[in-house]
């Protein structure tokens, strides 16, 4: 959360984190030509179906964007941008068949809290993924905001609003908050996506949401308070009994009695 004092949260309406992935993991974009017509595609589409774009990354394989569909014509949006996008890379590189996989993965937003943790998700994707070693990724909404995008297609007016009223003010303070990486924003964004963390991933989310220095920490407390955050830890969605096991070094069948147990009381 950006380090500002607001009275009332900002209300979310109709805001979707959506994700579009090439078909059996398959690069989107072979150059930067690609990902400038992708955009110059999106741009036609958010104009024409009224869409407002308040966050995008472009990745090899996949994008996300996030959009407010007032007009609800999302289902339009995507479709337009990627049946356009298929002919222009199939003719380019002479290929046949299906480019993205499945329909696109739509997640609505209604939490204030849901939306900043998508901003640093976003913009702290290609720095994941070593493609950038900051924010100031070619390809991302974060250059819409600073002003160094060649093709703007994001609306930055409403995100700004959440760092505060003056606009100057309100984006030094979104830059600043985009430079702060966090591991734990970003692994609840994950498991909103429905993607498995790995074990070290999982260990190190369970460490930042319980304020521990080592999730290993957990057996060294006594047996009550230890069971107590393996019946927490056994509620975050994404992380299952069996992780917890290989996590916390105890047995699958001791950690399912734990969580049963603590479920009686």
Same mark, same amino acid.
């Given at each position: ?120 998700? *976003?913009?702290?994707?290609?720095? &994941?993924? &070593?493609m ?5 990724? %070619? ?27 003056? &606009?100057? %003010? ?5 830059? %600043? ?10 692994f ?22 319980f ?13 009550? *308070? ?12 994404? *992380?299952? *009994? ?12 001791n950690?399912?009695r ?8």
């Amino acid at each position: 959360m950006p380090r500002i004092a607001r009275e009332n949260l900002k209300t979310i309406t109709k805001t979707y984190h959506i994700i579009i992935r090439g078909v059996n993991k398959q690069d989107l974009f072979f150059d930067d030509s690609d990902k400038e017509k992708y955009k110059k595609i999106v741009k036609a589409a958010k104009e024409k179906f009224e869409i407002k774009v308040q966050l995008y990354v472009m990745m090899s394989n996949h994008v996300h964007i996030v959009i407010q569909d007032e007009k609800e014509k999302m289902s339009n949006f995507m479709h337009k941008i990627c049946s356009t996008y298929a002919m222009y890379f199939n003719k380019k590189y002479e290929r046949v068949g299906h480019l993205f996989q499945n329909r696109f993965k739509s997640i609505k937003v209604v939490e204030e809290s849901h939306l900043l943790n998508l901003i640093k998700y *976003i913009h702290s994707n290609p720095y &994941k993924e &070593k493609m950038s070693v900051g924010p100031e990724y %070619k390809w991302s909404s974060y250059m819409d905001y600073v002003g160094k995008s060649e093709i703007k297609i994001a609306d930055t007016d409403f995100i700004l609003s959440l760092f505060g009223e003056n &606009k100057e %003010k309100a984006l030094d303070n979104f830059i %600043k908050y985009n430079k702060e990486f966090d591991e734990k924003s970003y692994f609840e964004i994950e498991l909103r996506c429905d993607k498995k963390l790995s074990d070290e991933e999982a260990a190190k989310y369970i460490s930042k949401v319980f304020g521990l220095e080592n999730v290993l920490q957990i057996n060294s407390f006594n047996k009550e *308070i230890r069971n107590s955050y393996i019946c927490k830890i056994a509620k975050i969605k994404g *992380i299952y *009994i069996e992780q917890i096991a290989r996590i916390l070094g105890i047995s699958k069948r001791n950690i399912a009695r734990i969580i049963e147990n603590g479920k009686k009381k």
